[in-house]
């Protein structure tokens, strides 16, 4: 699938970092870097503009390496672009370390998945068919 992309960042094109990777590394496109304290967040610009097919979303997830070794991690993960969003994407990231962290112009800050779609007509009813779970839900399965 080919998807049409306006990069308005001096960054390369989002791109898979290996021939297996399902997300596409994505870069921050800043002026000046970011600094983020403990528990602040903050919306980060990439310079990328998608024309996402109908039927597709990208959604934009956290990348575990940001999310391990810096605490930064994406929030309303995953984000999902619509595609009849042809404004900036942008990413907003949260720092949960106990230090400051830095963000520079081209830092890789999150990941893109283009995902299948489909919409759904909602049916009202009075009943829906029971089953074994029922309505069980957060835990009630246990621990083991």
């Known amino acids: 699938m080919q998807i049409s992309i306006i990069n308005q960042s001096s960054n390369q ?7 297996g990777s399902s997300g596409m590394d994505i870069r921050a496109s800043l002026e ?3 600094t983020l304290q403990s528990l602040e967040r903050t919306l980060v610009p ?17 990348r575990s390496g940001l999310a391990i070794k810096q605490g930064l991690t994406c929030l309303n993960s995953p984000g999902t ?4 969003y042809r404004g900036e994407i942008k990413v907003i990231l ?6 400051a962290q830095t963000i520079n112009h081209g830092d890789r800050i999150a990941q893109m998945v283009f995902m299948k779609i489909e919409q759904v007509e909602l049916l009202p009813v009075e009943i829906i068919n029971e089953t074994e ?7 009630h399965t246990g621990k083991q």
Do not use: K
Request: proline fraction near 7%; hydrophobic fraction near 35%; glycine fraction near 14%.
């Open 13 to 19: 094109l989002p791109e898979y970092a290996t021939i």
């Open 32 to 34: 000046s870097s970011i």
């Open 46 to 62: 990439t310079g990328i503009f998608l024309e996402i097919p109908q039927g597709y979303e990208a959604q934009v997830r956290p």
């Open 81 to 84: 672009i619509d595609a009849d």
């Open 94 to 99: 949260i720092n949960l370390s106990n230090e």
């Open 133 to 139: 779970r029922g309505t069980g839900g957060f835990g």
